[in-house]
């Protein structure tokens, strides 16, 4: 199946910087990605939905000014937490949504996740 | 708020045993749902779909039911094994929206 990596896969960072996670699909282009989070004993929150060569859409409640996402190219989507406090502390978990070509119709991949620990 | 949700938040199960996992939907406009594992500190892992257009689809040693009717779906398991541990989440989707996750029920297997 098709894979989705994700870097790094733990960070740990001091309140006030900012952290950039990188989401890849591997083997197939990826015309929209979704990045979710988790918190511990819940469940995933879809927090963005990232197209190719667009501005990503923001799901309510989901700061755009602090959550930058960048999607480049079809194999790449960036998700950078600005100035992280310990609130944002979570897993981060990207996916890549491809439709037709040799995958069935909607399937959508998960990237492994990054736990994300703000100081 | 979440459109999905399970009936149980923990099960536990005897090792060997069939395991059967419910989620409850509320829209009916939703025409794909997922069954997604995921393991402590992982990623959710693709487990069984179906479409709207079926009732019940079988893979292996899983079986996904869908009831329209009273917007229900589960997931049974056969012959639960111990790698089978895991929360288990139910997503639905419906035409350009994304998925929406279940709140997921925990999956424990008794040795």
């Known amino acids: 199946g098709a894979v989705v990596s994700q870097h790094p896969s733990r960070v740990i960072c001091k309140s006030g910087t900012s952290v950039k996670i990188e989401c890849r699909s591997l083997?197939?282009?990826?015309?929209?990605m979704f990045w979710y989070r988790q918190f511990p004993k819940k469940s995933l929150m879809l927090m963005a939905t990232s197209n190719e060569g667009s501005k990503a859409t923001y799901e309510q409640g989901v700061e755009k000014d602090k959550f930058l996402i960048n999607h480049a190219s079809l194999t790449l989507s960036t998700l950078t937490v600005t100035s992280a406090h310990p609130e944002d502390s979570s897993f981060y978990i990207c996916?890549?949504?491809?439709?037709?070509?040799?995958?069935?119709?909607?399937?959508?991949?998960f990237g492994p996740g990054t736990r994300l620990t703000v100081l | 708020g979440e459109s999905v949700g399970l009936h149980l938040p923990t099960l536990s199960v005897q090792e060997g045993d069939n395991s059967i996992i419910n989620c409850a939907y509320s829209n009916s406009a939703s025409d794909y749902f997922i069954w997604y594992k995921q393991e402590s500190g992982k990623g959710p892992q693709f487990i069984i779909d179906?479409?709207?257009?079926?009732d019940k689809r079988q893979g292996q040693r899983v079986t996904v039911l869908l009831n329209k009717t009273v917007k229900h779906l589960s997931l049974q398991i056969a012959a639960t094994q111990p790698g089978d541990s895991a929360v288990y989440f139910c997503?639905?989707?419906?035409?350009?929206?994304?998925?929406?996750f279940g709140k997921g029920t925990r999956l424990s297997v008794i040795a």
């Open positions: 179906i479409r709207s257009n079926m």
């Open positions: 996916s890549a949504f491809t439709s037709g070509g040799s995958y069935s119709y909607n399937e959508q991949f």
């Open positions: 997503a639905e989707m419906g035409g350009n929206t994304p998925l929406v």
């Open positions: 083997d197939f282009q990826a015309t929209t």
